[in-house]
T-cell receptor
Framework: AQKVTQAQTEISVVEKEDVTLDCVYETRDTTYYLFWYKQPPSGELVFLIRRNSFDEQNEISGRYSWNFQKSTSSFNFTITASQVVDSAVYFCALSERGWGFGNEKLTFGTGTRLTIIP | DAGVIQSPRHEVTEMGQEVTLRCKPISGHNSLFWYRQTMMRGLELLIYFNNNVPIDDSGMPEDRFSAKMPNASFSTLKIQPSEPRDSAVYFC????????????FGPGTRLLVL
């Protein structure tokens, strides 16, 4: 069975500090996808990034960056120069292929609540 | 393009009443997912459809829950009869295989069963 662990339940940092959110996953599959979603106080779930298991290149998008390491089964998310608008709950998720039906269900971590203090 | 649309956004009902949640996926997407989010259990997948066919309903908590997808642009999740423990936020999401499984979520329906 697949599993996603976000050990950090809550993190608070002062605005402009860098912060890293940890995600560790477990899967027996060799083909899978990893995701990060953001859930701001308004409640919607916003897609941030997708990574497939064959692509270990790190990715940077503005102040956001992601570090994928298969050797440690981790997919960590770093926010540089944090801003108050980054305050949200962040979820890491894992999707496995299976049964030939294509789109498969996501297994979510429990989320990390990030608070940016002005 | 419009994202995933869910209605109603908020629902307050009394125990024993029937509740119907609605979802319109993103046009062209071929998979649809229903999730439930609670403080205790986090985000749980209830059921998902591929090309309007239910593929996995193992997350549906019990027979009081049912879901249908009569066509590619509409799905319902029904709870009958509702119970206070069903209070949660229910999300619908859709995806397209060609987009490598990325699921896009609707705004959710916040359900309160009194």
């Amino acid at each position: 069975a697949q599993k996603v662990t976000q050990a950090q339940t809550e993190i608070s940092v002062v605005e402009k500090e860098d912060v890293t959110l940890d995600c560790v996953y477990e899967t027996r599959d060799t083909t899978y996808y990893l995701f990060w979603y953001k859930q701001p106080p308004s409640g919607e779930l916003v897609f941030l990034i997708r990574r497939n298991s064959f692509d270990e290149q790190n990715e940077i998008s503005g102040r956001y960056s992601w570090n994928f390491q298969k050797s440690t089964s981790s997919f960590n998310f770093t926010i540089t120069a944090s801003q108050v608008v980054d305050s949200a709950v962040y979820f890491c998720a894992l999707s496995e292929r299976g049964w030939g039906f294509g789109n498969e269900k996501l297994t979510f971590g429990t989320g990390t609540r990030l608070t940016i203090i002005p | 393009d419009a994202g995933v649309i869910q209605s109603p956004r908020h629902e307050v009902t009394e125990m024993g009443q029937e509740v119907t949640l609605r979802c319109k996926p993103i046009s062209g997407h071929n998979s649809l997912f229903w999730y439930r989010q609670t403080m205790m259990r986090g985000l749980e997948l209830l059921i998902y459809f591929n090309n309007n066919v239910p593929i996995d309903d193992s997350g549906m908590p019990e027979d009081r829950f049912s879901a249908k997808m009569p066509n590619a642009s509409f799905s319902t999740l029904k709870i009958q009869p509702s119970e206070p423990r069903d209070s949660a936020v229910y999300f619908c999401a859709s995806s397209l295989r060609q987009e490598e499984e990325t699921q896009y979520f609707g705004p959710g329906t916040r359900l309160l069963v009194l």
